[in-house]
T-cell receptor, first 109, second 115 residues
């Protein structure tokens, strides 16, 4: 199977920046996704990276380095509503999507 | 609202019960998925349907039986479950699972408890 690692938990203060790292080892690569999941709710799509570099979408940015098997999700100007689990998912060479266990981010006032 | 609905949202059942989970997507997608989400574990893909045909069964025990009557509806029939099957069951849909950029959209899930 695929190997996708991300930290279990992170805590940050409102207004701060948090970076969630994801490393992966897959057979082939066809893109990396980040999802946000609030407790008791559906995972919702945040970003997709297939080429190296940074993709910015408002307060959220996602970075990819294919040679290093590494991505991060950057959350800026943290708000209380950003408290959620963040899932990293990788599509392999056979187009199969595998998920990491998720990183629970807690934003404190 | 993601365009994918699931019912029921919560289900408690005994090990000898038979129940079904329902998923409906309103996005015009061709593929539908069942996932199992247990605490602190990655989402586990269970089944994939593309154009109503099952394209993937991820070694799921036969006590879970999927049904896809059309591209908009997906069911998961449950029978003789075990307590370790208690989890959040998520349904998702997407346009084309053979495309790299294909994005899956998830329903809110059914929280299943097996007593």
């Amino acid at each position: 199977g695929q190997n996708i690692d991300q930290p279990t938990e992170m805590t940050a203060t409102e207004g701060a920046i948090v970076q969630i790292n994801c490393t992966y080892q897959t057979s082939g690569f066809n893109g990396l996704f980040w999802y946000q999941q609030h407790a008791g709710e559906a995972p919702t799509f945040l970003s997709y990276n297939v080429l190296d570099g940074l993709e910015e979408k408002g307060r959220f940015s996602s970075f990819l380095s294919r040679s290093k098997g590494y991505s991060y999700l950057l959350l800026k100007e943290l708000q209380m509503k950003d408290s959620a689990s963040y899932l990293c998912a990788v599509r392999d060479g056979d187009y199969k999507l595998s998920f990491g266990a998720g990183t629970t981010v807690t934003v404190r006032a | 609202e993601t365009g994918v609905t699931q019912t029921p949202r919560h289900l408690v059942m005994g090990m000898t019960n038979k129940k079904s989970l329902k998923c409906e997507q309103h996005l015009g997608h061709n593929a539908m998925y069942w996932y199992k989400q247990s605490a602190k574990k990655p989402l586990e893909l269970m089944f994939v349907y593309n154009f109503k045909e099952q394209t993937e069964n991820n070694s799921v025990p036969s006590r879970f039986s999927p049904e896809c009557p059309n591209s908009s509806h997906l069911f998961l029939h449950l029978h003789t479950l075990q307590p370790e099957d208690s989890a959040l069951y998520l349904c998702a849909s997407s346009q084309d699972p053979t495309s790299g950029v294909d994005t899956q959209y998830f329903g809110p899930g059914t929280r299943l408890t097996v007593l």
